[in-house]
């Protein structure tokens, strides 16, 4: 199992005091320190699972549009876009829990030409006002005929966004874009007159699931 580079700190941290409480347990012979160092070994076994790392293959294609996140397809919506694609555009919102793997990935391949942090509130991700107020980061990348835009956004529990595009950097299609801390969203803008594969509901899978077709 691969993890995370961002979140080894954390998982060495949460071992080291899962040891220590055991060792703490065995010398002072108490159950309910032993029932202490059993939920935080729990704790560290989840701080690993939430950092795992897993590769991803699955379909690939100048015109297709792979999600950038694992969750919960949450909403689409067709909107203004004004910051890069600079005009209509369908917002598609997936939604991650604790539980999704948080390495997030490109769902196009080409240049990225606009990265944009927005430092901004911590409200629940899955609400409507998260994508204008909550704390994110923007990249556009521009693919051979269409501008394509990917948002990552902090939610309630989420304090950190990390971000590998550089701009001017040439990525490929499925590859690591970033990670999220702990619960949160993403949002995917595509050209209007986009093609969509998947609807609200869907539970999707970065990397693998398609979400859509740009224009041909």
């Known amino acids: 199992m691969n993890f995370a580079r961002e979140g080894l700190l954390f ?41 795992r790392d897993p590769e ?11 999600s ?10 067709e909107i203004d876009e004004p910051t890069f694609v600079k005009g209509r555009a369908v917002r598609i919102s997936i939604f991650m829990n604790v539980f999704n793997v948080h390495v997030n990935r490109y769902p196009v391949e080409g240049v990225v030409r606009y990265i944009h942090y927005n430092k901004g509130k911590f409200l629940n991700a899955a609400a409507e006002k998260s ?24 939610g309630l529990i989420a304090r950190r966004i990390v971000t590998y595009s550089k701009l001017g950097e040439t990525i490929r299609q499925g590859d690591r874009m970033g990670i999220i801390r702990f619960g949160s969203r993403v949002d995917v ?6 093609t ?5 509901g ?5 990397g693998v699931t398609i979400l859509g077709e740009l224009p041909r």
């Open 11 to 51: 998982i060495a941290i949460a071992a080291v005091v899962a040891a220590g409480a055991f060792g703490f347990a065995i010398t002072r012979r108490s159950w309910a320190l032993w029932l202490a160092a059993f939920v935080l070994l729990l704790l560290a076994l989840w701080v690993a699972y939430f950092f």
């Open 56 to 66: 991803r293959t699955g379909e690939r294609g100048p015109s297709l549009v792979v």
């Open 68 to 77: 950038p996140a694992d969750g919960k397809l949450i909403m689409i919506t």
């Open 131 to 154: 994508s204008l107020e909550n704390e994110q980061m923007s990249v556009g990348i521009e693919t051979s005929r269409y501008r394509v835009l990917v948002r990552q956004i902090a």
């Open 189 to 194: 803008f595509l050209p209007a007159g986009s």
């Open 196 to 200: 969509l594969r998947a609807k609200v």
């Open 202 to 206: 869907d539970i999707t899978v970065a």
